[in-house]
């Protein structure tokens, strides 16, 4: 690939670097989660990093958004420019984080150095554009809020590894260079993160105003349902290609817009192929097979690899005989390619961190999900 069609991968936050904080859609404003933020934030300092707050940390102007969309692209623009912070976490989800998307400067933001943003939900509106308007790795993994709780899953220490790199391995001679006979020149050994699927997921959460560090209440086994290339049920799978997704909800919303750059993104990376990570927030099974329908309309399909999709926070709905799998393979089954469902990503804590943007292998043995993801 050419020097501009190359995924970058911003550098790891170092011991004792700075955390920023952000709130392009929901701040920390109300409890449990201003206790929960103070909670991380305290956490971090133990640790021995240092944090800058964004103005919007705190803020209740706005509708479904910390401020005026405005107001949070600034935020957003101005802490991803700066150099005094090393990552970025977003305080929350939300409801309208969309509306800031016209105010923030795109180009501006390729031309930045690279800088890991981390968030989940509403923050797909910038881990999924940071990916395909900027060619730059994102971190679809929990909010800020979560890095509050006590003591943190292991969900938010693997988020954490990845942002700290204290996850990467580097495969090849024993993280040696190597040369490369074909071009003369010196090959780095391949970095790659690898992330397992978590054993329990949490159905009913006991945070609250009076419990605001609770940590997950894990008590659901995980069981995937995978898909194999002929559409019926199997027990393990293997399929890779560059991750690409994150919540639905906001990905149809963006479908067709001025901000749709998927098709570019896939003709870029078409050797690669795609593998799509969905899951969904609000959307009932009906509207999960609607936007299934509506991307795949879009051509956002065309080159898939495979599909991981996360545990629906409607889980176990069913509406006029389709139940949350049918949503999918209703739409998918025609591309003959592995899907597998029921991950733990999203809504449904704990989700794995996925790095959007990564190209990666999903490997399926034993109800077990291992997710490699390579940065390059």
């Not at 005094?84 to 400067?105: A, V, W």
């Not at 209703?330 to 996925?354: K, N, Q, W």
Request: hydrophobic letters at 35%; glycine letters at 8%; a negative charge.
């Amino acid at each position: 690939k050419s020097g501009s069609d190359r995924m970058r991968y911003p550098a790891y936050l170092k011991k004792n670097g700075t955390i920023g904080f952000v709130a392009p859609s929901f701040g920390c404003a109300t409890e449990p989660y201003k206790s929960a933020f103070e909670s991380a934030l305290a956490a971090f300092h133990e640790m021995g990093y240092q944090t800058m707050l964004g103005p919007n940390c705190y803020a209740a102007e706005g509708i479904g958004i910390s401020n005026t969309p405005q107001k949070c692209a600034a935020e957003l623009q101005q802490m991803y420019e700066n150099p005094e912070n090393n990552i970025l976490l977003s305080c929350g989800g939300g409801e309208l984080m969309c509306e800031i998307l016209p105010y923030i400067d795109w180009e501006a933001i390729k031309k930045a150095p690279p800088k890991w943003f981390a968030g989940y939900s509403d923050n797909t509106n910038f881990t999924f554009l940071q990916t395909i308007m900027a060619d730059t790795a994102s971190l679809y993994a929990p909010c800020a809020g979560a890095f509050g709780m006590k003591p943190w899953h292991r969900a938010v220490q693997d988020a954490f590894g990845v942002l700290t790199g204290t996850l990467e391995e580097t495969a090849g001679n024993s993280g040696t260079e190597r040369e490369s006979a074909a071009d003369g020149q010196k090959k780095m050994p391949e970095r790659k993160i690898t992330i397992t699927d978590y054993d329990l997921w949490e159905k009913e959460s006991l945070k609250s105003e009076e419990n605001p560090t609770a940590p997950y209440h894990a008590t659901e086994k995980s069981v995937l349902r995978v898909y194999s290339e002929d559409g019926t049920v199997t027990t393990q799978t293997r399929v890779s290609g560059r991750l690409l997704g994150g919540c639905m909800d906001c990905l149809v919303n963006l479908t067709g817009t001025s901000f749709d750059k998927v098709a570019e993104f896939q003709k870029k990376y078409r050797d690669d192929g795609i593998l799509w990570f969905l899951e969904s927030c609000d959307l009932n099974v009906m509207s999960i097979r609607r936007a299934m329908w509506h991307m795949k309309q879009a051509g956002w399909f065309e080159n898939t690899k495979g599909f991981l999709i996360g545990r629906p926070l409607q889980f176990g709905q069913e509406m006029m005989g389709l139940d949350q799998y049918e949503a999918v393979m209703g739409i998918v089954r025609e591309y003959h390619v592995p899907v597998i469902m029921d991950v733990s990503i999203g809504h449904l804590p704990p989700s794995m961190p996925v790095i959007c943007g990564s190209l990666a292998e999903a490997v399926v043995h034993e109800n077990k999900l291992t997710l490699e993801m390579r940065l390059r």
